[in-house]
């Protein structure tokens, strides 16, 4: 499951949810680039805008389409195969390739669900945010991969407390404990995004009605602490974000690294990660883009 971290940070790594459809071609510093989201291309379309790209140069292919056809599998692999003889360089990467190549439609679901093992080595920890797709990440089916969603990604520090004095909600704990413990993961990744409404909430300090909600978001204070601090700021790697530079989506990336330094006051990580066998990771997704960032903890 490190390989689809490594691979993953540089391309688009989740859908937009039919929030956007269409292709679209530009090119950049780093070569030429192909989107291909939303709903489903004509293959004629498809085809046509693969001929327009001039030969001999460095294309990224980013597919993100719920449902690719075998036939425009086949349009993509041909092109790139024949633009390489060319001596152009080309790499396509496929959301969800793993189901859609076996034609989920066609494959019985039940089959595949039940007789999956369950032997996850990644834990990811993000947003409760509906446009965060956790599965998309990296393109896991049944078993491969552990996910806790919170409000923020938030991870509250080992033995934290409301303002009342009682513990706060330890589910992202206990999820934390069974997945170094006994899953015994590699990895824990805290995925944060842009325009989070958890961290706009924070930053306003505004109160929330329900006291639950308020006390979770009052633990996302370490990461404004942090921030105004003039703590210096998380390094996207290796491509600079495109969002929109507000405050809210900087807070975003802060919040990122407070909240692995909170999964290091829990016992079964450090000692983990102190014996070689656990990794701590951070991302960030924009959403305008659809693109992923590692976050240099450095």
Same mark, same amino acid.
Request: net charge negative; glycine share 8%; proline share 5%.
């Given at each position: 499951?490190?390989?689809?971290?490594?691979?993953?940070?540089?391309?688009?790594?989740?859908?937009?949810?039919?929030?956007?459809?269409?292709?679209?071609?530009?090119?950049?510093?780093?070569?030429?680039?192909?989107?291909?989201?939303?709903?489903?291309?004509?293959?004629?379309?498809?085809?046509?805008?693969?001929?327009?790209?001039?030969?001999?140069?460095?294309?990224?292919?980013?597919?993100?389409?719920?449902?690719?056809?075998?036939?425009?599998?086949?349009? $993509?692999?041909?092109?790139?195969?024949?633009? @390489?003889? *060319?001596?152009?360089?080309? &790499?396509?990467?496929?959301? /969800? +390739? =793993?189901?859609?190549?076996?034609?989920?439609?066609?494959?019985?679901?039940?089959?595949?669900?039940?007789?999956?093992?369950?032997?996850?080595?990644?834990?990811?920890?993000?947003?409760?945010?509906?446009?965060?797709?956790?599965?998309?990440?990296?393109?896991?089916?049944?078993?491969?991969?552990?996910?806790?969603?919170?409000?923020?990604?938030?991870?509250?520090?080992?033995?934290?407390?409301?303002?009342?004095?009682?513990?706060?909600?330890?589910?992202?704990?206990?999820?934390?404990?069974?997945?170094?413990?006994?899953?015994?993961?590699?990895?824990?990744?805290?995925?944060?995004?842009?325009?989070?409404?958890?961290?706009?909430?924070?930053?306003?300090?505004?109160?929330?009605? $329900?006291?639950?909600?308020?006390?979770?978001? @009052?633990? *996302?204070?370490?990461?404004? &602490?942090?921030?105004?601090? /003039? +703590? =210096?700021?998380?390094?996207?790697?290796?491509?600079?974000?495109?969002?929109?530079?507000?405050?809210?989506?900087?807070?975003?990336?802060?919040?990122?690294?407070?909240?692995?330094?909170?999964?290091?006051?829990?016992?079964?990580?450090?000692?983990?990660?102190?014996?070689?066998?656990?990794?701590?990771?951070?991302?960030?997704?924009?959403?305008?883009?659809?693109?992923?960032?590692?976050?240099?903890?450095?």
């Amino acid at each position: 499951m490190v390989v689809f971290l490594a691979c993953a940070v540089a391309v688009t790594v989740m859908l937009y949810c039919a929030l956007r459809s269409g292709i679209r071609v530009e090119e950049r510093d780093d070569g030429w680039h192909l989107m291909i989201h939303g709903r489903l291309p004509s293959r004629s379309k498809l085809s046509s805008v693969l001929a327009s790209i001039p030969p001999r140069v460095a294309v990224h292919v980013d597919v993100a389409v719920p449902d690719l056809s075998d036939s425009l599998v086949a349009t $993509i692999n041909d092109w790139q195969e024949n633009f @390489e003889k *060319a001596g152009g360089f080309a &790499v396509v990467h496929e959301i /969800g +390739r =793993p189901w859609l190549s076996v034609g989920l439609s066609t494959v019985d679901r039940c089959g595949v669900v039940t007789s999956a093992e369950r032997s996850p080595r990644t834990l990811l920890i993000t947003c409760a945010d509906s446009r965060i797709v956790p599965k998309m990440i990296g393109a896991t089916g049944p078993g491969e991969m552990i996910v806790v969603r919170s409000s923020g990604n938030i991870v509250p520090a080992r033995g934290a407390r409301a303002r009342s004095g009682l513990l706060i909600d330890t589910t992202v704990a206990a999820a934390v404990d069974f997945a170094v413990e006994e899953l015994g993961v590699d990895d824990i990744v805290v995925c944060g995004h842009s325009v989070c409404g958890a961290m706009s909430s924070a930053l306003r300090g505004v109160g929330v009605d $329900i006291a639950e909600s308020s006390d979770w978001i @009052e633990q *996302a204070r370490p990461s404004v &602490v942090r921030m105004s601090g /003039g +703590r =210096p700021a998380p390094v996207l790697d290796p491509t600079p974000a495109e969002d929109s530079g507000s405050v809210v989506d900087e807070l975003s990336k802060y919040n990122v690294v407070q909240q692995i330094e909170h999964l290091r006051t829990y016992p079964a990580v450090v000692a983990a990660e102190r014996a070689g066998r656990l990794r701590l990771a951070g991302m960030y997704f924009e959403i305008a883009t659809a693109r992923m960032h590692l976050i240099d903890q450095r």
